[in-house]
């Protein structure tokens, strides 16, 4: 099969995946802007950049700046804890909302219903970190549009990390609230329950560990019920590193980004990014080569270095060009394998040998980046599966937070490497995945495999 992938025709997964995010920060700029940025960006940028150029700039312009600024430097979205408020109509979610960010984010009523769509805002929360704090409708909302909202806050509870149920104190746990709480459990999503408008009551409720009496109108526990929040972040964090644990102190990580068309201009992309701060942060050494200057890196080396990592796209060259006894693996196994989705991934990949004429694949992207026209998702994916299995496949495709409802009917799902998108929404996939029966792998999974070197690329981590 690795004739069949040559570099240009070859997959740009690494390289697709953050458009969204390339799309986003450029959206609002000028030429102008975005080359003085690149310009100034190493020495405290935005004085410099007023001070020296005043009548060149606009005040949008500025504001602008700020905005990409901030967003160049923030810790990405799908690294920050995401912490869901839900709840009854009218139970203080949005005032509590506001009295842990210290700001108004949300509007506030005696009106029920006064929040109709979720309302996220990327924040520094001590002590809690780079957080999302997300306001949601009331969960016990009625009517056409009511059961809209509910859907649309269940939607939220998959892409949160941890839940804040908030309960009124003088009225106790209703029904919609048990609800809620079941849901948060089914989803093994760690929870706080706050029962709001203590104030009301003339002596607090006895609370369990996770549970807290707050007056948000008051600011009454509001920095406790932080605290509260804070002991789940902490206890999560155990996750998997990228690649650090695979690495001692002074190893050598040989990174191989190929720098094609379809590649952001002047940065490299999210997960390129990640990896590199991962190995920093292991005290291991980082080599950043293309694939042609790879030979040449390899041999410069005076000690060998303890793993290749490349992008999916240059697979069959980097492969040709490591000796066998480098491990070599790829940014987007690295990931699948971060997100708890590599075990799985392999299996699905190998069920590729079993497909049959009629079988129906969902491809599912993360992000909704802007299609290039030989798209990895909807043009490379299906024409390499079809060659590979010389069957009749049919494809549907999803992207962005969709996901679709009912996934029985598909004898695989693939994945992209999910780079846009928190653990638990991937964690939440994979469990409805699982519970149709059906099987997913990851574009980066399937394409070594394809290209007959999925052993190689996992093996290093046992598999
Ligand atoms: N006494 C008291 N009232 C509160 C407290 N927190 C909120 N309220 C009041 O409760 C009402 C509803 O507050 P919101 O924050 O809008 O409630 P919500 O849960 O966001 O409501 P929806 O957006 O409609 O779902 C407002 O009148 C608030 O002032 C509190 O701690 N004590
Ligand atoms: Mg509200």
Request: proline content about 4%; aromatic content about 6%; some cysteine.
């Amino acid at each position: 099969m690795r004739e069949d992938f040559s570099p240009s025709s070859a997959p740009d997964m690494e390289s697709t995946e953050e458009e969204e995010s390339t799309n986003y920060t450029n959206r609002e700029l000028s030429p102008l802007s975005l080359h003085s940025f690149q310009f100034v960006q190493f020495v405290d940028p935005l004085p410099l950049l007023i001070d020296s150029f005043p009548a060149l700039l606009r005040q949008k312009d500025i504001g602008n700046m700020k905005t990409v600024m901030s967003d160049m430097n923030s810790t990405p979205s799908s690294k920050r804890i995401h912490i869901g408020f839900f709840g009854r109509r009218n139970a203080g979610k949005s005032t509590l909302v506001n009295a842990v960010a210290g700001q108004e984010l949300s509007v506030v009523s005696d009106v029920k219903g006064t929040t109709t769509d979720p309302v996220r805002k990327a924040m520094e929360l001590l002590p809690l970190g780079s957080v999302v704090i997300i306001d949601t409708p009331g969960f016990d909302d009625e009517g056409t549009l009511g059961e809209l909202r509910v859907k649309r806050t269940l939607k939220v509870l998959s892409e949160c990390d941890i839940a804040v149920l908030v309960a009124e104190a003088d009225t106790g746990l209703t029904s919609a609230d048990n609800e809620l709480l079941a849901l948060f459990k089914k989803r093994d999503l760690p929870f706080v329950v706050a029962y709001n408008k203590s104030d009301l009551l003339s002596a607090l409720l006895t609370t369990a560990a996770n549970e807290i009496c707050v007056s948000a109108l008051h600011g009454n526990n509001i920095h406790e019920l932080k605290e509260l929040v804070g002991n789940l972040v902490k206890a999560d964090d155990g996750k998997l590193r990228l690649v650090g644990d695979l690495l001692k102190p002074a190893d050598i990580a040989v990174l191989v980004v190929p720098i094609d068309k379809a590649a952001p201009k002047g940065r490299l992309i999210l997960p390129q990014q990640q990896t590199i701060r991962d190995i920093l942060e292991a005290d291991a050494m980082c080599v950043v080569t293309k694939e042609y200057e790879l030979r040449e890196t390899l041999a410069s080396l005076a000690k060998k270095p303890a793993i290749v990592i490349t992008d999916s796209q240059v697979f069959a060259k980097v492969a040709a060009d490591t000796p066998q006894d480098i491990p070599l693996t790829s940014f987007s196994i690295l990931f699948a394998r971060q997100k708890g989705l590599l075990f799985d991934s392999v299996q699905g990949a190998k069920s590729i040998d079993s497909l049959k004429d009629g079988d129906k694949i969902l491809i599912s992207e993360g992000c909704t980046h802007h299609r290039q026209c030989d798209d990895i998702g909807t043009v490379k994916i299906p024409r390499w599966l079809r060659e590979y299995t010389k069957k009749d496949l049919t494809f549907d495709f999803t992207s962005g937070g969709d996901f679709a409802e009912n996934l029985s009917g598909y004898s695989l799902i693939v994945h992209c490497g999910g780079c846009m998108l928190t653990d638990r929404i991937l964690k939440n996939r994979l469990n409805c995945v699982k519970d149709a029966g059906a099987k997913i792998t990851n574009y980066g999974v399937l394409i070594a495999y394809m290209q007959g070197i999925l052993e190689r690329c996992v093996k290093v981590f046992g598999l």
